[in-house]
């Protein structure tokens, strides 16, 4: 019983990201020691990312079986199937179906417990599950049931408000479109875009919103460098005088030298009639940065460790794919987003860009650990990342 209640009080400590799951913490009863009320995408949650994580202290011999049950129905439901790993599931999910019936008691196992070995050829079939389960039109009905009137008649009233939903939806494409309707209706992770019309480099025409609630902020000289230098590295147009500059002074030159030898030669008299004005502009840096606590980009929505401490979900992980300084480009760099940053650079148009300020953690093994048989990564978060490089662009 001790053991349940330690899993129900882990449960309800946790933080999903906004919209990935219902608040588990609801679902715990810790005197009790069960999960309760969980619908069923909580339960796919539940199983495929928690339940490893949550076992993982049991013996080897009894975690490992539950740990691959668990990655086969996450790479069944996944968005993306190939054949070739169809058919080795196929193969695999007996052997994990043998192996659970060694630690698991015979009254477990029933039909239910046999059909996951029909699970596969069903995707050989149909494709991938997003396209045929019941999630959204067991929500569509559940939306209909909040509009019922008369509880009498309640399958009645259902009719009647999908019907409504239709006219409605019917009509609205008959509407100009600036009437707001909720066909055109913008979800609330929205972002939005930058006038096409106004041409700038292309750094500058990313997408995104940030909170309305921003705060002046004096970045310190050390931070100053390290942003500005994140954005020219990252403006393709400022490439090709990367590469030259590499050639000529190599790799270790590019963050103490590279900013101040950037702004001589575009302002060089002898070099100055072949450069546009947006390449003069961004020389010298931010004139200005705000700080926000929230920004949504790409229909995700990301907030600072701070403001996401007090919510019940946590938009404050960051994961990005770099370098080690040592020509390996594919190292995972795991973080906590620190800080929101919305640089400003003079000239016109008005050129804006934003960083987020991360806390990165330590990408070896001695930080990250990465169980790649399972598909589970573990971080460290006592052990940081020693080099100073903070910044990532929204």
Known sequence: MEQKRKICEWVKSLKMPDGYASNLGKRADIERGILHGMKSHDCHVFMEQLLPIAFCGLPENIWKPMAEINLFFKDLCSST?????????????????????KILPPGFFDVME???????????????????????????????????????????????????????????????????????????????????????????NQLGKGSKKRTLRKLTEKEKKSAELHVLLNCPEVQSFLDYFVSQYGHDQVFPSFITWYT?????????????????????????????????????????????????????????????????????????????????????????IVLFQCKWFDPTSRGTREFKQHNIIEVKHTRKYEAYDPFIIA
């Open 114 to 204: 046999h059909l996951p070995i029909h699970l596969v050829h069903e995707a050989l079939l149909g494709g991938p599950v997003q396209y045929r389960w019941m999630y959204p039109f067991e929500r569509s009905i559940g939306k209909s049931k909040m509009g019922i009137k008369n509880k009498h008649r309640v399958e009645g009233c259902m009719v009647q408000v999908y019907l409504a939903k239709e006219r409605s939806h019917f009509c609205s494409y008959y509407f100009d479109d600036h009437v707001s309707c909720l066909r055109n209706r913008p979800n609330r992770h929205d972002d939005t875009g930058n006038d096409p019309a106004v041409q700038s480099l292309s750094i500058f």
């Open 81 to 101: 199937l190939r054949v070739e790993n169809l058919v080795w599931m196929a193969k695999n999910i007996v052997v994990i179906t043998n192996k659970l019936e």
């Open 264 to 352: 001589n030669w575009v302002y060089n008299s002898k070099n100055a009639a072949t450069f546009d004005q947006f390449f003069k502009d961004i020389s010298w840096g931010p004139i200005t940065v705000h700080t926000m606590h929230q920004y949504n980009v790409n229909g995700f929505k990301f907030a600072t460790e701070k403001y996401s401490k007090n919510k019940k979900t946590n938009n404050s992980g960051v994961w990005v794919k770099g370098d080690d300084g040592n020509q390996n480009e594919n190292v995972d760099y795991f973080g906590v987003l620190h800080e929101i940053l919305e640089l400003e650079y003079s000239g016109w148009p008005i050129k804006r």
